[in-house]
């Protein structure tokens, strides 16, 4: 079956931005998990790359414009998002400017340290896990 099959699943984006050992997160203003923080991200629209996606979604989200240095991975387990199986990808980003200020689905939006991070939404307590397995001597964490 091709098209918009509700059983294909859906594709997503988020962003990692971490500047001097604070990470950019924002708090979910919806459900699921309405409270608590997560990665900058969000569904990609028909006709859009994932590139333009994860830029779009981290300033509509926070504010802030960001440019992608490289991508980090893809997390597709089916159980990952309690919506429905989402694949998200997940790009490491560099900040280029802007103002934090929440915006669309994100009721704030916070520079978290690295160190010190609150009970993520979803899968991604995994990814920041995984960008600071590859990225310790980049953090200096």
Same mark, same amino acid.
């Given at each position: 079956m091709t098209g918009n099959d509700e059983r294909n699943p859906s594709l997503t984006v988020d962003g990692i931005v971490v500047v001097d050992g604070r990470i950019l997160l924002i708090e979910r203003g919806r459900a699921p998990y309405a409270g608590r923080y997560a990665l900058p991200g969000g569904? @990609?629209?028909y006709g859009e790359t994932v590139e333009d996606a994860v830029r779009r979604e981290i300033e509509e989200e926070t504010g802030l414009k960001a440019?992608? @240095?490289r991508l980090m991975g893809v997390y597709s387990d089916p159980r990952r998002d309690p919506r429905g199986h989402t694949v998200s990808v997940v790009f490491i980003m560099d900040l280029k400017g802007g103002? $934090?200020?929440a915006g669309d689905d994100a #009721? *704030? #939006?916070v520079w978290f340290? $690295?160190?010190n991070l609150p009970p993520l939404a979803f899968d991604h307590e995994d990814i920041v896990s995984d960008y600071l397995?590859?990225?310790r *001597? *980049?953090?200096g964490q």
């Open positions: 569904f @990609v629209d440019e992608i @240095v103002f $934090l200020n #009721a *704030d #939006a340290p $690295l160190e397995m590859g990225h *001597d *980049d953090t």
